[in-house]
């Protein structure tokens, strides 16, 4: 006979956020850091990716839109994770673009 769990613990607060998920090496050796400011959990919380620049103030917010419109103004609902996983694209598409010009190094501390 198998056993059942009677009961399956849930952690959502196991992982710690801001969470780095990819960085980007600049021209000018500082780095691109790409954050998720929340959990991918599916249960209707939506935050941000966020990109900041080591070497100099630029940064990239990315929301995550779980509801966007389409041309005839048609609602369309996303999940979080999938909202997440198009923020991401365009983090890493800014991420990329900024660390091929940003020649500005981070100081010494
Ligand atoms: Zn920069």
């Not at 779980?66 to 694209?89: D, G, K, L, P, Q």
């Not at 800014?94 to 981070?106: I, L, S, T, V």
Request: net charge negative; with cysteine; glycine share 4%.
């Amino acid at each position: 006979m198998a056993t059942i769990p009677t009961q399956v613990r849930q952690e959502p607060s196991s992982q710690k956020f801001p969470k780095a998920i990819a960085r980007y090496l600049t021209v000018g050796t500082a780095t691109v850091e790409i954050t998720e400011t929340g959990p991918r959990d599916d249960d209707g919380f939506a935050a941000t990716t966020v990109s900041s620049c080591t070497g100099c103030p630029a940064s990239d917010t990315q929301s995550w839109n779980t509801v966007s419109y389409s041309f005839s103004n048609e609602e369309i609902h996303r999940s979080v994770t999938e909202a997440a996983e198009n923020a991401e694209v365009r983090a890493r598409d800014w991420a990329q673009k900024h660390a091929e010009k940003c020649r500005a190094m981070p100081t010494a501390s």
